[in-house]
């Protein structure tokens, strides 16, 4: 679909929450779990994401908090250090999410092309 030579797309975006409000998965959280698997450390996640070491563990704490399992298995200290891996249940709720962000993006653009589309074409509105 085109407006002035220009290609229309449509994005959305998709979170999880509670019955409350309570955030609990959204791309952010998807993201902090891809880059601590990446890292195997929640500080190594914190900075190839550019925020604290409090925040991304905050954001990791609440999670697990309300969906009231662990996402993180934690690696304390030693001659090697610390670290941190994702639970096999984290490994499936990243699976889930990537799963439900892409279905719902097509979904989107079927729903645009079908509605939308037809509101760029001309009518008797002009």
Same mark, same amino acid.
């Given at each position: 679909? $085109?407006?002035?030579?220009?290609?229309?797309?449509?994005?959305c975006k998709?979170?999880?929450?509670?019955?409350?409000?309570?955030?609990?998965?959204?791309a952010g959280?998807?993201?902090?779990?891809?880059?601590?698997?990446?890292?195997?450390?929640?500080?190594? $996640?914190?900075?190839e994401l550019?925020?604290?070491?409090?925040?991304?563990?905050?954001?990791?704490? $609440?999670?697990?908090?309300?969906?009231?399992?662990?996402?993180?298995?934690?690696?304390?200290?030693?001659?090697?250090?610390?670290?941190?891996?994702?639970?096999?249940?984290?490994?499936?709720?990243?699976?889930?999410?990537?799963?439900?962000?892409?279905?719902?993006?097509?979904?989107?653009?079927?729903?645009?092309?079908?509605?939308?589309?037809?509101?760029?074409?001309?009518?008797?509105?002009?």
């Open positions: 679909m $085109a407006a002035q030579g220009r290609k229309l797309l449509v994005h998709v979170w999880v929450e509670d019955e409350t409000g309570e955030l609990i998965f959204g959280r998807l993201r902090i779990l891809e880059a601590v698997e990446r890292s195997g450390s929640i500080v190594g $996640a914190a900075k550019g925020m604290s070491y409090s925040a991304v563990w905050g954001k990791i704490h $609440a999670t697990e908090q309300r969906l009231g399992r662990p996402i993180l298995e934690k690696k304390i200290g030693g001659p090697k250090g610390g670290g941190s891996a994702l639970t096999p249940f984290a490994k499936h709720l990243l699976e889930q999410f990537r799963t439900l962000e892409g279905r719902t993006q097509r979904a989107a653009e079927e729903i645009f092309e079908e509605v939308f589309r037809k509101a760029l074409e001309p009518g008797p509105w002009e």
